[in-house]
């Protein structure tokens, strides 16, 4: 209702406007016209104005349209009456000293200017005439529909109380035993209930008649509709044949105004030449320059005037044209307006009638949703309650369990971790004995090569530097107390807390730069990680707390900033943003080289590698629990280097993260801050009982003693030796010799000895 108001209030303001708009204009056109012009058109005028009347008095026109008509043309014979007993002012002072053809073209434009605005009003009276009758329409419908709202709603007061007055009779008859009795009190509920019925049918009854009178009443309005369109065309019809007209009437008047100003012009102009020549005669030689001159300044201003007469005719034409076109422009909206309100009329008709008939289906439908629902809550709760009950058990059942779980986990830890150091110190008695071996070889060695200097070479012997460290160093064993334990499971302590204190590194003495510094690109990385991370941090807030923040704005949910995160990450400079930075980089990769992602198995190998080592760790083979974290460290430089160069291939692209990996790698930077700060991450303490090399390393370590000596000195122990085995050779040699010069001397003094015999 309060809308409906409203909408009336609008057009009846519009229709006061119109009215003083038209009154406005009849002001301007009557002060703007004079009795001379009327006096010449007065014919054309007056029978345009026959032909309005004709159209008025059209059978198909409603009486609102004639009575606007009516107090239209009383108006402006009102004023026309003013203008002709006030006396001329300046605009007919005015008018009387201009030209012809300024005249004509003034009079002409007053006029054709009266024609749009008459034509304007004529459509315009139509609509207001509909406006007042729609008007009076909703007002009597309110009206109306209000009447029959407050019976129907009297009547279902009283239907109410005469059917809870049956349904309390009902539970009288129950304790009713004699029959007579009974058959009296059940006659008389038969005669209250057909009397509930055919009050029901008189209201239904009631009510279809209502919906008569408006099917009644739609049919009549929509044939006055018809009617004032029919009308409405007719006039615009006429209206736009009437301008035409004129338009062509008053441009022939304007052609015919030029044409007379033209032999006004060239007469005047034939009797300034015969003067011209009557002057020749007498004085020719003086007189012929003037003429030239004054012909070629004729000549010129004649060519400028129908220049401007005609370039003022064309702008004339073109305006009557454009003005023909407005009005033809708004025919067709208005032909589609009524058609569009007659369809909405009707659809609006077809839509009331179905939903009352849906009203009726969904009470009932209600009824039966209701009692169902009963049954269904009752049923429900007894299963809630079965439910809460198992869950219960199950709860207790399963911690218990997991208890179990944790302690068998407490004890498979300890046999690990016994096995782990048994295993370990046979590894270190076998790798002493060789390191012994190979010292007390390496020993004997130097000793002979310093006899064989000394001795064979005569040359002084030099000790070579060789150092070669034992990368199996002894594990210091610590004291088991509370403070050592701590330490070794989170690292150095401050000395405020009675650790052993850590010293700042040289990184971090040196001056960092702003915040402000950071690249874009870094920055970008950096939103969009902590976006991601915070993303994924949803299972640190309780659900209920979610609920709450729901129905605020993104910006309202925001509970931790950034400067609290990166005061938790201890995060104060560019240094440590880049250094940030530089750990995430690693698991990113680019949308626009890349559109399909980071495949979700290279996410889970990423982000379960350390669940994996620590189950190899505790659940494996004790034997190779030194292998398995060597090659666990090995993966994950080789997945580095790989994101590196994947990120490397494509420079100054936009980077994205994976959600999955944010806490692995915050994880990773976390372990590398606690380390550097402490002096130990927080896995030392059990990298510190395990083989920190691999079979490579081990190999490459006792290789290193066969690269001790140089090939020179190796070239020159086997020339050494080669000398020394042919000296023995020659001195094998030589021993024979002697042995053979002993036994000739033996012979030669033997027979010396017999020779001696025979001399003498």
């Known amino acids: 209702m309060d809308n409906d108001n409203k909408d009336d209030d609008d057009v009846e303001a519009e229709n006061v406007n119109t009215e003083i708009e038209s009154d406005a204009d009849v002001e301007d056109e009557t002060e703007s016209e004079h009795d001379e012009a009327e006096a010449a058109d007065a014919d054309s005028w007056e029978s345009f104005q026959a032909h309005i009347d004709s159209l008025l008095v059209n059978e198909k026109c409603d009486k609102p349209v004639r009575l606007l008509d009516e107090r239209r043309q009383t108006i402006v014979q009102r004023m026309r009456q003013i203008q002709r007993d006030t006396p001329k002012g300046f605009a007919e002072r005015s008018m009387a000293q201009m030209s012809k053809i300024d005249q004509q073209l003034e009079l002409s434009s007053t006029r054709l200017g009266q024609l749009v605005r008459f034509g304007n009003e004529l459509v315009t009276n139509i609509r207001v005439a509909n406006e007042r009758r729609e008007l009076n329409r909703r007002v009597f419908e309110a009206a109306q529909q209000k009447d029959m709202k407050k019976i129907l709603e009297g009547e279902n007061i009283e239907a109410m109380a005469k059917f809870d007055d049956i349904k309390a009779r009902w539970t009288e008859l129950n304790e009713i035993n004699e029959p007579m009795l009974l058959w009296d009190q059940i006659e008389e509920q038969k005669k209250r209930i057909a009397e509930i019925m055919a009050r029901k049918d008189e209201m239904i009854a009631a009510c279809q ?23 409405l065309v007719e006039r615009i019809d006429n209206q736009v044949e009437t301008l035409k007209e004129s338009y062509k009437h008053h441009l022939e008047l304007l052609r015919n105004t030029v044409e007379d100003e033209r032999q006004t012009f060239s007469l005047t102009a034939d009797e300034k030449w015969r003067s011209f020549f009557n002057a020749l005669n007498t004085n020719f030689e003086e007189k012929s320059k003037l003429v030239r001159v004054r012909e070629q300044f004729y000549s010129l201003q004649l060519q400028l005037l129908k220049d401007s007469q005609d370039e003022l005719t064309k702008q004339t034409r073109v305006r009557l044209e454009k003005e023909c076109e407005r009005l033809e422009l708004e025919l067709r909206r208005t032909r589609d307006n009524v058609l569009m309100n007659s369809e909405k009329l009707d659809y609006n008709y077809q839509v009331l009638q179905r939903r ?18 009963h049954e269904i809550v009752a049923r429900t709760r007894r299963n809630y309650k079965q439910v809460f009950h198992s869950g219960r058990r199950t709860i207790l059942k399963l911690t218990n369990e997991i208890q179990q779980l944790h302690g068998s986990i407490s004890e498979m830890e300890a046999k690990a971790m016994h096995t782990r150091n048994i295993n370990r110190e046979k590894f270190n008695r076998v790798w002493n004995i060789n390191y012994e071996e190979i010292t007390d070889l390496l020993t004997r060695i130097f000793e002979i090569d310093r006899i064989l200097h000394e001795q064979q070479l005569v040359m002084p012997w030099k000790k070579p530097n060789i150092n070669i460290e034992n990368i199996n160093k002894p594990v210091e064993k610590r004291p088991n107390n509370a403070m050592d334990r701590i330490e070794r499971r989170f690292g150095k302590l401050p000395k405020q807390y009675g650790g052993s204190g850590y010293t700042a590194t040289e990184d971090e003495e ?30 640190l807030i309780e659900e209920r707390l979610l609920k709450i923040l729901k129905p605020y704005s993104e910006k309202e949910q925001t509970m931790v900033r950034i400067d609290n995160i990166f005061a938790a990450l201890r995060i104060r400079n560019l240094d440590h943003v880049m250094e940030l930075t530089k750990v995430f980089e690693p698991y990113t990769y680019c949308p626009t080289c890349q559109p399909a992602g980071l495949s979700p198995l290279k996410c889970a190998e990423v982000f379960l590698k350390d669940q994996k080592e620590m189950r190899s760790l505790k659940l494996g083979d004790v034997n190779n629990l030194d292998q398995a974290l060597l090659k666990g460290k090995t993966d994950g430089k080789t997945f580095l280097v790989k994101s590196y160069a994947t990120k490397d291939a494509c420079p100054n692209h936009y980077l994205v993260m994976e959600p999955a990996l944010v806490l692995h790698a915050m994880n990773l930077f976390t372990n590398q801050k606690h380390k550097q700060i402490y002096g130990s991450s927080s896995e ?6 395990l083989i920190q090399f691999n079979d490579k390393e081990i190999q490459a370590f006792w290789r290193q003693f066969t690269n001790i000596f140089p090939d020179s000195k190796t070239h020159l122990w086997k020339t050494l030796e080669h000398g020394l085995n042919h000296y023995v050779e020659v001195l094998k040699m030589r021993v024979q010799y002697d042995a053979e010069v002993v036994f000739l001397r033996r012979q030669n003094r033997e027979l010396r000895h017999l020779l001696q015999k025979f001399k003498v």
């Open 209 to 231: 008649q209502e919906i008569d009178r408006m099917n009644a009443k739609y049919e009549f309005d929509r044939q006055h509709q018809a009617a004032d369109l029919c009308c």
């Open 356 to 373: 009352n008939d849906e009203n009726t289906i969904i009470t009932n439908q209600q009824k039966r949703r209701v009692a169902r629902l």
């Open 510 to 539: 040196k001056p960092r730069g702003p915040m402000q510094e950071l690249p874009l690109e870094s920055a970008r990385l950096m939103r969009n990680i902590l976006r991601k991370l915070a993303d994924r941090g949803g299972f």
């Open 684 to 689: 030392s303490s059990l990298e510190a009982e």
